[in-house]
């Protein structure tokens, strides 16, 4: 280390200074009266939170399983974009050289007429996927030379399709709402993977309706899943009710839940990962999502539908399929025996860009090092696994996954795990990542900001972070103060005018979540380049 | 390697009762501890009644709900203002109206950030001691000498104005 992260002790005291600001305090904190603080005797607003029923343990298991396998590929994504930070996702690459690809319709069954402006489109494409949708809500459209939106309400709650013109016609790219909407849907291995976004209209006791559609625009009966949400934390998971009353065709539904944060928080958050086993994805084309409520008026009747949302499938994110963790070769060299152990973010002159910290001797020792110098002041009980990560490193790139974990006597409550990534390098192995488990962090650069979104898996966290910015050397820039505290599932934009140079800024940290959760997240920034790119983690 | 969990935990007679205990003795210091920190006095009781439901809902995992409910109402203050900031687009939050007064020290203390804030709070409201203090705020101790120290010079600068 070359400076020190402590600040001074304690500076020097103004005894009478800090009276007054002491009395300003007590004047001003008596201003507030609460009002009933007396006369309470139970807690306001607390009810007992609602366990429902859930899978039984076949399901469990398959629900942790598949969950992992949603770590794995965000986590192998996040690997292969460490591993390349100056290359586009395919995500943004995609959707900036190319016109965004039409969901509806596939085929002709819709005739010219109907396609020939955006609102006749749009109406066209509600009534299809809506069976009672209020036609005369539509607003007029709103186009932007070859693409157009226009906006609907369904329920009370305000929609919006998107089009683009192709030709002469017009086609449906998408749909958005306030309740449920699809951030990103791809196909790989086999599953269909739709991440949702819930809005400021979700609420408690929403069903979920989430399907594949063919590419010639049929729904795809046999990808398809059923979610409920129950009292904002829990949800069950149904099997789709066959039409007839037969099984439904081809592999049985799958699903994957990523337990969602509250959905009565007021900003959207990336909450939910959905999972759909297909039988052949080859055939599909996009994702149908429809958000339905109890009728409350009328119980017996059917839900009705409070959102609709689409959105087309698109290339898996770079690492998704064949992670390079699996295909990375095996040691075949070791490192001379008399390397020393240890290491330094910043000791080493052909340290590589994406390294947040660099060293010597088996990928458990460096991991070690770098727990010593991220965390000195670590809590009680914070160790790697013991056993894994004791190959010495050949230099050719290869992965090692270094699980750690905070076991009993801990100072902290809870249960924390998670993983130290490293690859072997010519100069030793570099730690290219670290994770926590439940907790999620991308980070990207553009237009000279640093963006920083975290999100996590935990219904009793708080909707707040604690996010160091680190320099190249493993630093606080903002010398250990914290320059914003991001919301779950919100991008936070750190730019100059908030005292930070982002160009200094090679890492990003996760500290705390709602001030307890404890973290050792951390990844590297992308280099700047003019469109966003990122890197991410998953726990 | 992850862990989903797929229930809330059954919460214990014996942790309710605590968290009844902590609601009934500082449930009052707790909402004038949120207006200190947030400046809205309008929001302060709301802002501990849903940490206080945050709390609950934590379930048994908080092994001691004062500093868990604590740290709830000052991310609530922290998420209330970060909103507060976006929907204004950067601009300062006007004091609150019922409260205008010729008080410059207050008025200097919404030109702190929310840690500084926070912090000078809890050490001269509250009286915490900075282990407390870092508990509270997710950081070191030194971190908590350090925004005082800060927070401090710049209430001198805004007053000396």
Same mark, same amino acid.
């Given at each position: 280390m070359t400076k020190s992260l402590l600040p001074p002790d304690r500076p020097q005291d103004d005894p009478a200074f800090e009276d007054e600001v002491r009395a300003m305090l007590a004047r001003r904190a008596a201003d507030v009266l609460p009002t009933s603080a007396a006369s309470r005797a139970e807690l306001p607003g607390v009810v007992p939170v609602t366990v429902p029923r859930g899978p039984g343990r076949d399901g469990r298991r398959r629900l942790v399983v598949a969950a992992a396998a949603v770590v794995v590929v965000a986590g192998v994504a996040a690997y292969a974009a460490t591993l390349h930070p100056g290359a586009p996702t395919t995500q943004t690459s995609a959707a900036q050289e190319t016109d965004p690809p039409i #969901?509806? =319709? /596939?085929? @002709?069954? #819709? =005739?010219a007429d109907v396609l020939a402006s955006p609102e006749t489109a749009a109406g066209a494409y509600l009534s299809e996927v809506l069976e009672l949708i209020d036609l005369s809500t539509l607003e007029p459209p709103v186009v932007d030379g070859a693409t157009a939106t226009v906006g609907y309400s369904l329920a009370g709650l305000q929609g919006e399709v998107a089009l683009r013109l192709d030709g002469d016609r017009w086609g449906v790219t998408g749909a958005t709402n306030d309740a449920v909407d699809v951030d990103l849907a791809y196909a790989a291995d086999g599953d269909v993977i739709a991440q949702l976004t819930f809005g400021p209209a979700a609420r408690s006791g929403m069903r979920l309706h989430l399907r594949a559609v063919t590419d010639d625009g049929a729904p795809a009966d046999d990808v398809v899943s059923v979610l409920e949400y129950v009292d904002g934390g829990e949800i069950t998971v149904a099997p789709p009710p066959p039409a007839d009353g037969a099984a439904p065709p081809g592999r049985e539904a799958d699903q994957v839940v990523l337990l969602p944060m @509250? =959905?009565? /928080?007021?900003h959207s958050q990336p909450m939910l990962a959905i999972i759909l086993d297909a039988a052949n994805t080859d055939h599909l084309a996009a994702v149908r999502l429809d958000t339905l409520v109890d009728d409350d008026a009328d119980p017996a009747t059917p839900d009705i539908v409070i959102g609709h949302a689409t959105r087309a499938l698109t290339a898996p994110p770079p690492g998704a399929v064949d992670g390079p963790s699996s295909a990375a070769p095996a040691p075949t060299t070791a490192v001379p025996a008399e390397a020393e152990a240890g290491g330094s973010p910043s000791d080493d002159a052909a340290r590589p860009d994406d390294a947040l910290f660099v060293g010597s001797g088996t990928a458990a020792e460096v991991a070690q090092a770098y727990l010593d110098d991220r965390l000195p002041e670590r809590p009680d009980g914070l160790r790697l696994v013991p056993g894994a990560g004791s190959e010495q490193g050949t230099g050719a790139g290869e992965i090692a996954d270094i699980p750690w974990e905070i076991v009993g006597g801990? @100072?902290? @409550?809870g249960r924390y795990s998670g993983l130290i990534r490293l690859r072997s390098d010519p100069g030793g192995w570099s730690v290219i990542a670290a994770s926590t488990d439940q907790i999620s962090l991308t980070v990207r650069r553009a237009d000279g900001a640093v963006g920083v979104t975290v999100a996590w898996v935990d219904p009793g966290a708080y909707d707040s972070v604690d996010v160091d910015l680190l320099d190249a050397d493993g630093f606080p820039v903002t010398d250990g103060e914290i320059v914003s505290w991001p919301t779950a599932g919100e991008e936070t934009l750190v730019a100059a005018d908030e005292g930070v140079d982002p160009s200094e800024v090679r890492s990003v940290r996760v500290r705390h979540v709602g001030g307890t959760w404890f973290s050792l997240t951390e990844v590297p920034v992308p280099e700047f380049v003019s469109t966003s790119t990122s890197t991410s983690t998953a726990g | 390697m992850t862990t989903v969990r797929l229930d809330t935990p059954p919460a214990v007679p014996a942790w309710d009762d605590a968290l009844v205990a902590v609601y009934r003795e500082h449930f009052a210091s707790l909402v004038r501890m949120a207006y200190l920190v947030s400046g809205r006095a309008d929001r302060a009781e709301e802002l501990v009644q849903d940490a206080f439901v945050r709390t609950h809902r934590a379930g048994s995992r908080v092994r001691d709900p004062l500093p868990y409910v604590r740290s709830a109402v000052l991310n609530g203050c922290r998420s209330m203002g970060r909103r507060q900031k976006l929907e204004r687009d950067r601009r300062p939050a006007p004091p609150d109206p019922v409260l205008l007064g010729a008080d410059e020290l207050w008025d200097a203390l919404a030109t702190l950030t929310d840690r500084q804030r926070a912090a000078v709070v809890l050490r001269f409201y509250v009286d915490l001691p900075d282990a407390e203090i870092a508990a509270a705020l997710g950081c070191r101790e030194a971190t908590v000498r350090t925004s005082v120290f800060r927070a401090l010079a710049k209430l001198r600068k805004e007053i000396d104005r």
């Amino acid at each position: 280390m070359t400076k020190s992260l402590l600040p001074p002790d304690r500076p020097q005291d103004d005894p009478a200074f800090e009276d007054e600001v002491r009395a300003m305090l007590a004047r001003r904190a008596a201003d507030v009266l609460p009002t009933s603080a007396a006369s309470r005797a139970e807690l306001p607003g607390v009810v007992p939170v609602t366990v429902p029923r859930g899978p039984g343990r076949d399901g469990r298991r398959r629900l942790v399983v598949a969950a992992a396998a949603v770590v794995v590929v965000a986590g192998v994504a996040a690997y292969a974009a460490t591993l390349h930070p100056g290359a586009p996702t395919t995500q943004t690459s995609a959707a900036q050289e190319t016109d965004p690809p039409i #969901v509806w =319709p /596939l085929d @002709d069954h #819709v =005739p010219a007429d109907v396609l020939a402006s955006p609102e006749t489109a749009a109406g066209a494409y509600l009534s299809e996927v809506l069976e009672l949708i209020d036609l005369s809500t539509l607003e007029p459209p709103v186009v932007d030379g070859a693409t157009a939106t226009v906006g609907y309400s369904l329920a009370g709650l305000q929609g919006e399709v998107a089009l683009r013109l192709d030709g002469d016609r017009w086609g449906v790219t998408g749909a958005t709402n306030d309740a449920v909407d699809v951030d990103l849907a791809y196909a790989a291995d086999g599953d269909v993977i739709a991440q949702l976004t819930f809005g400021p209209a979700a609420r408690s006791g929403m069903r979920l309706h989430l399907r594949a559609v063919t590419d010639d625009g049929a729904p795809a009966d046999d990808v398809v899943s059923v979610l409920e949400y129950v009292d904002g934390g829990e949800i069950t998971v149904a099997p789709p009710p066959p039409a007839d009353g037969a099984a439904p065709p081809g592999r049985e539904a799958d699903q994957v839940v990523l337990l969602p944060m @509250d =959905p009565s /928080l007021e900003h959207s958050q990336p909450m939910l990962a959905i999972i759909l086993d297909a039988a052949n994805t080859d055939h599909l084309a996009a994702v149908r999502l429809d958000t339905l409520v109890d009728d409350d008026a009328d119980p017996a009747t059917p839900d009705i539908v409070i959102g609709h949302a689409t959105r087309a499938l698109t290339a898996p994110p770079p690492g998704a399929v064949d992670g390079p963790s699996s295909a990375a070769p095996a040691p075949t060299t070791a490192v001379p025996a008399e390397a020393e152990a240890g290491g330094s973010p910043s000791d080493d002159a052909a340290r590589p860009d994406d390294a947040l910290f660099v060293g010597s001797g088996t990928a458990a020792e460096v991991a070690q090092a770098y727990l010593d110098d991220r965390l000195p002041e670590r809590p009680d009980g914070l160790r790697l696994v013991p056993g894994a990560g004791s190959e010495q490193g050949t230099g050719a790139g290869e992965i090692a996954d270094i699980p750690w974990e905070i076991v009993g006597g801990s @100072d902290i @409550d809870g249960r924390y795990s998670g993983l130290i990534r490293l690859r072997s390098d010519p100069g030793g192995w570099s730690v290219i990542a670290a994770s926590t488990d439940q907790i999620s962090l991308t980070v990207r650069r553009a237009d000279g900001a640093v963006g920083v979104t975290v999100a996590w898996v935990d219904p009793g966290a708080y909707d707040s972070v604690d996010v160091d910015l680190l320099d190249a050397d493993g630093f606080p820039v903002t010398d250990g103060e914290i320059v914003s505290w991001p919301t779950a599932g919100e991008e936070t934009l750190v730019a100059a005018d908030e005292g930070v140079d982002p160009s200094e800024v090679r890492s990003v940290r996760v500290r705390h979540v709602g001030g307890t959760w404890f973290s050792l997240t951390e990844v590297p920034v992308p280099e700047f380049v003019s469109t966003s790119t990122s890197t991410s983690t998953a726990g | 390697m992850t862990t989903v969990r797929l229930d809330t935990p059954p919460a214990v007679p014996a942790w309710d009762d605590a968290l009844v205990a902590v609601y009934r003795e500082h449930f009052a210091s707790l909402v004038r501890m949120a207006y200190l920190v947030s400046g809205r006095a309008d929001r302060a009781e709301e802002l501990v009644q849903d940490a206080f439901v945050r709390t609950h809902r934590a379930g048994s995992r908080v092994r001691d709900p004062l500093p868990y409910v604590r740290s709830a109402v000052l991310n609530g203050c922290r998420s209330m203002g970060r909103r507060q900031k976006l929907e204004r687009d950067r601009r300062p939050a006007p004091p609150d109206p019922v409260l205008l007064g010729a008080d410059e020290l207050w008025d200097a203390l919404a030109t702190l950030t929310d840690r500084q804030r926070a912090a000078v709070v809890l050490r001269f409201y509250v009286d915490l001691p900075d282990a407390e203090i870092a508990a509270a705020l997710g950081c070191r101790e030194a971190t908590v000498r350090t925004s005082v120290f800060r927070a401090l010079a710049k209430l001198r600068k805004e007053i000396d104005r």
